[in-house]
């Protein structure tokens, strides 16, 4: 089998990108971290190499895996780095270079509105959701929506700036709060919190294959998100859920993803969001399967059929 070489953009001392960086070397191939802040491009009057890109690494990857989200979910991390990093993706992309995920499913998957605008259009169950710009429209969305509902960051994963909305009050204080014009930066996306038995479901997908977790809020908590306390276990997702996880990440255009979906009161299923990088270190531990493995397999198999 042919070496190759891959780069994994995103922080050196991740846990994803440091096990995958090692899982393929010990494969045979070179495989290099390359953080986002390196990242580099340039132009010449020369035709003969009228663009670069840089470091060296990424001009001469056969593959790039991208780890972490352009903008890192740093409040210093401003739109400019966010749109020229996925633009400088795109650029590699366009050299011919596989890049997983693609830029533009990345595109889509960064914004929460726009990846459920893509899941919905599928045929898929999704929250009522509004998204809106002030403190009154917050607070209409919040009565429209039946007056129990959850303000999440637009961009933003692991549970991060969720807020439950239980009566008016909390809508004022949760928008008008400088808490939110950070975390939300004055766009509110409001979701009907739908009724659930105190779980929901990961649906890691890598290619063909599928790895599932249920999790479970602590005590006192509502979240089921880990990072938030809550409790994993091995979850063999019905048919209709499996197959909705994978509608859900072709509508969003990703090969490798994280799909969570939650069990609704009649008794379906609702896909809630679609993690364009997605985390598989709890999920792992939860199942005991080498999703790293897997990820590498896939990484390599995707490189030889580019």
Known sequence: MSRHRAVIVGEATGWHARRLTETLAGRGHVAEIVPW??????????ASERETIGPTAVAQADIVVVRGMPGGGRTDQRLEHVIFRMNLLGRIANRGVRVINSPRSLEVAIDKHLALCHIAAAGL????TRVVQDTAA?????????????LKPLFGSRGRGLVRLKTAADVEAATRSSTATESCGGIFYIQQ??????????ILLVGARSF?????????????????????????PPDDWLSSARQAAAAVGTEIAGVDLIP????GVAVLE????????????????DITGAVAEYVEQS???S
Do not use: K
Not at 125 to 128: E, G, I, L
Not at 264 to 267: A, L, N, R
Not at 274 to 289: D, S
């Open 37 to 46: 802040q390196r990242l580099s491009a340039g132009l010449a009057i020369s």
């Open 125 to 128: 169950t999704v929250p009522a």
């Open 138 to 150: 917050a607070v209409a969305a919040w009565e429209d929506l039946g007056g129990d509902c959850l």
């Open 193 to 202: 919190f739908i009724p659930h038995p105190g779980w929901d479901a990961r």
């Open 212 to 236: 599932a977790m249920r999790r479970h809020a602590g005590v006192g908590e509502w979240r089921t998100n880990l990072a938030c306390g809550g409790q994993a276990e091995p979850f063999a």
């Open 264 to 267: 609704t009161p009649d008794g």
């Open 274 to 289: 679609v993690n364009g990088v997605p985390g598989w270190r709890g999920l792992e531990a939860a199942t005991g399967a």
């Open 303 to 305: 490189t030889f059929a």
